[in-house]
């Protein structure tokens, strides 16, 4: 007869299975921030973006305009298709544009919009404003600001 080992194990022990998991939860550790600033960086680029396209489309709203007024509102521009519905709509915390929220007012034959962060340090770090000269303006704290073009 032929004497077969049958004590054959196959697997990984606990350690081995422990030393991975720990691997894997030091790559995590070192990858989260960075794609927590990442997400950040690329809302406040979104948010630049749609303050670009606010400025323009405000003027051309403007010059359609017979009586050549400003538009009154977010909604106003996203009901005659300037905008589309999520920028029309994110006009509190609540509903936000790529972490960013607008807030757009009128007065007189000026405006001005404001993007501020659905949560300061997890959507954005930084405010946004741009009004009808098109400067975009920065601010760290929502009252100094700082031309960024």
Do not use: H
């Amino acid at each position: 007869m032929n004497n077969v080992n049958k004590n054959n194990n196959q697997g990984f022990t606990l350690i081995e299975l422990m030393i991975v998991v720990a691997i894997i939860a030091i790559i995590a550790a070192i990858a989260i921030p960075n794609l927590l600033n990442a997400k950040m960086a690329g809302n406040e680029a979104a948010a630049v973006s749609s303050l670009r396209t606010l400025s323009t489309v405000c003027e051309q709203s403007r010059n359609r305009d017979l009586a050549g007024a400003y538009p009154a509102s977010l909604a106003e521009l996203g009901s005659e298709n300037y905008i589309d519905v999520t920028f029309a709509e994110a006009d509190d915390a609540a509903n936000l544009k790529s972490g960013y929220f607008f807030t757009y007012t009128v007065s007189g034959s000026n405006w001005n919009c404001v993007a501020s962060p659905g949560s300061v340090g997890t959507d954005g770090g930084l405010y946004f404003r741009v009004s009808q000269t098109g400067v975009i303006e920065k601010s760290a704290d929502n009252t100094t600001w700082v031309p960024i073009q």
